[in-house]
């Protein structure tokens, strides 16, 4: 109900930000900045956890993810050129780049601001990068997803100190790596598309009106999905509910739905004793 109209909107040749001019390569609008914006709705709408866990709890399946995130993103980064062509290889190219860049800018914030480089800000570096690039990856050069890259990286690490500040319970950074850095990286298209690496930039207009044109996709897509989303999470919380009870949430849902959980720590002693 959010991403279909969306994505008529900006990739059907009869959607008014097609005819527009508005550019997304692979998805920086309709995915990244629609999930972002809809993460902010729908957080604001469930409340905060009862607990908030300080660290992941499992640090090597979450570099394991993002590794696997990394090699998945050439696929449709890369396909959403729907061919085997230069434009695929120029997304390819562009996405590797863009998220080793933002993986560097990342560490460099953080090892600035408290002197260590952590696994999971690489991790959530990476993931910024490739955010960034999406919307871009075959339409800017190399060079260009590089700038995009470090810039992206620095902003997103900085971005996501929001849900402290502003006080929401975002857990995987949903809002300020992709809800920003999708906002971002639509912005920096129309900064960095080149006529040069995909005909179907168009600068007759002026470098200006494309990026005037990336602001109003950005505008009317947040706008739609921010509303959209509140009003499904609203019709859902108050026929069949969208939060489990207090006490559900405090032995734990995988106990209560399931009678299972997924990781069983025994105390020390028990083990001493065993």
């Given at each position: ?7 008529c ?35 604001l709408l ?27 993103w050439?696929?449709?980064n ?22 080793a ?19 999971v ?29 470090l ?6 690490c900085l971005?996501?100190?929001l849900?402290h ?6 857990a ?7 809800g ?14 080149s ?32 509303i959209g ?14 939060r ?9 849902l ?21």
């Amino acid at each position: 109900m959010i991403y279909a109209p969306l994505a008529c909107w900006v990739w059907n040749a009869d959607g008014w930000l097609f005819k527009l001019g508005a550019l997304d390569f692979a998805g920086g609008t309709v995915v990244h900045l629609a999930s972002g914006v809809s993460a902010i709705a729908l957080v604001l709408l469930i409340g905060h956890r009862k607990e908030k866990s300080p660290a992941p709890n499992n640090l090597t399946l979450t570099l394991l993810g993002a590794g696997m995130l990394w090699f998945g993103w050439f696929g449709f980064n890369a396909g959403s050129a729907l061919m085997m062509d230069g434009i695929a290889l120029n997304a390819f190219l562009t996405t590797h780049v863009a998220a080793a860049a933002a993986m560097i800018s990342w560490m460099a914030i953080e090892s600035l601001r408290s002197k260590r480089v952590s696994a999971v800000g690489c991790a959530s570096g990476l993931v910024a990068g490739l955010v960034v690039i999406t919307p871009a990856a075959g339409l800017v050069s190399v060079g260009s997803s590089l700038l995009m890259g470090l810039f992206g990286g620095a902003v997103c690490c900085l971005g996501i100190e929001l849900k402290h500040k502003l006080g929401y319970d975002d857990a995987l950074d949903v809002v300020g790596i992709h809800g920003l850095g999708g906002l971002l990286g639509a912005i920096l298209t129309g900064v960095f598309a080149s006529p040069a690496v995909n005909p179907l930039v168009n600068l007759e207009a002026g470098r200006l009106a494309l990026i005037g044109n990336q602001v109003i996709s950005v505008v009317a897509v947040g706008a739609f999905a921010f509303i959209g989303s509140w009003l499904i999470g609203f019709a859902v919380h108050k026929t069949i509910g969208l939060r489990s009870e207090d006490e559900v949430e405090e032995a734990g849902l995988d106990l209560h739905y399931h009678g299972e959980e997924g990781y069983v720590i025994q105390p020390a002693a028990v083990l001493v004793k065993n």
